[in-house]
């Protein structure tokens, strides 16, 4: 229902490119709409890592004026994120910039990691505190 009621909103505004649909299901079943993000949101590795699908790929094939390489991608499996952010509890969980003195991020088997930064990496206090 979800699908169908996200494929209708972005037909009937004539959108194409990446987006999200934002819905509220109550415990009776009722779907009531949120929102549309007109962007890749940050929580997209979970979209691919579930749909097997390289969202960023295909936002340049849309952009290129290719036709969307998917149609309704079925599940499989789980997926789940955990982000690492550079911030200070003590200060309100306020971004801290500086240096990074150790960083050893997860490995294994259906780990994905996305990064930019290493041991001895500086974060200055422009940037976001998103770190993994």
């Known amino acids: 229902e979800l699908y169908r009621a996200s494929k209708a909103i972005l037909r009937e505004a004539g959108y194409e ?4 649909c934002e819905f509220l299901v109550a415990r009776d079943g009722t779907i009531s709409f949120l929102e549309v993000n007109t962007r890749l949101q940050v929580e997209h590795p979970v979209t691919e ?3 097997g699908i390289d969202l960023v790929r295909e936002m340049f094939r849309i952009a290129e004026g290719e036709e969307l390489g998917y149609d309704d991608p079925p599940g499989r499996g789980h997926s789940f994120e955990f982000r690492i952010n550079g911030e200070d509890p003590g200060r309100g969980f306020l971004p801290a910039p500086g240096t990074i003195t150790a960083f050893e991020p997860p490995s294994g088997p259906g780990v994905r990691l996305d990064s930019g930064v290493e041991t001895g990496s500086v974060i200055g206090p422009a940037w976001d505190s998103l770190l993994a």
């Not at 490119?17 to 999200?20: E, I, L, N, P, S």
């Open 17 to 20: 490119g990446a987006g999200t």
């Open 49 to 51: 890592e579930v749909a």
